[in-house]
């Protein structure tokens, strides 16, 4: 029973370039989650989408940054023109139904920007 | 708006015994859920206990029980017969809110196991 799957793990990208994460969540789990984690902080939430649409995109960034979860494959977060400022953990979580409390977390991408 | 608050930037336990892992919060809603993450060095994020707000009872995982005190909007971790391998940085977080499904997290707890 597969978690919920992040690649890549580790993704370097100079000042100016696009870094593309993606999530595959859990089987049988339809809604995705966003967070983000700067070095010895907690995590922060990012957006909250379920397959085709957007549900909760209130800790995103306005610029930049920007989520999908297609009808197939995975969720894309995705970061334009990144900055130095954007080095951090980017985890995904999932969840399996609307009414279910538990988000269960990927491993995470570590984000280093040069 | 919710808040967590966790005042205890590192702990020290010896092995076997146990350990709270202190955590308030701050919500207007009614309904909310608390939970409690362990993100050991390997950094991933790993499940370890939910309380619902409207839960009677404290909730118990195994080594794991949270003590819920509702009035003093306090959710702390109970860590029993501490092991090696609890070593990690413990986070405690809150949803709050009908329909919302975003978790709010606290700063975190480094918790060291010392044999």
């Known amino acids: 029973n597969a978690g919920v799957m992040q690649n890549p793990r580790h993704l370097v990208r100079r000042r100016g370039q696009e870094a593309r994460l993606r999530c595959s969540p859990m089987?049988?789990?339809?809604?995705v989650y966003w967070y983000r984690q700067l070095p010895e902080e907690g995590l922060k939430f990012m957006v909250y989408?379920?397959?085709?649409?957007?549900?909760?995109e209130s800790g995103m960034p306005k610029e930049r940054f920007s989520a999908e979860f297609p009808k197939e494959g995975p969720s894309i977060l995705r970061i334009q023109q990144v900055v130095r400022g954007d080095s951090a953990a980017y985890f995904c979580?999932?969840?399996?139904?609307?009414?279910?409390?538990?988000?269960?977390f990927g491993p995470g991408t570590r984000l280093l920007v040069l | 708006a919710q808040k967590i608050t966790q005042t205890q930037p590192g702990m020290f336990v010896q092995e076997k015994e146990a350990v709270t892992l202190d955590c308030t919060y701050d919500t207007s809603d009614q309904s909310y859920g608390l939970f409690w993450y362990k993100q050991p060095s390997s950094g991933e994020m790993i499940f370890l206990i939910y309380?619902?707000?409207?839960?009677?009872q404290n909730a118990t995982e195994g080594r794991y029980s949270l003590n819920f005190q509702k009035a003093r909007k306090s959710a702390n971790l109970v860590i029993s017969a501490s092991q090696l391998g609890d070593s990690a940085m413990y986070f405690c977080a809150m949803r709050g809110g009908t329909g919302r499904r975003a978790l709010t997290f606290g700063s975190g707890t480094r918790l060291q196991v010392q044999p």
């Open positions: 089987k049988g789990h339809s809604h």
């Open positions: 989408l379920q397959k085709e649409n957007i549900i909760d």
């Open positions: 979580a999932s969840s399996p139904v609307r009414n279910s409390e538990t988000q269960y």
């Open positions: 309380q619902g707000s409207y839960d009677e």
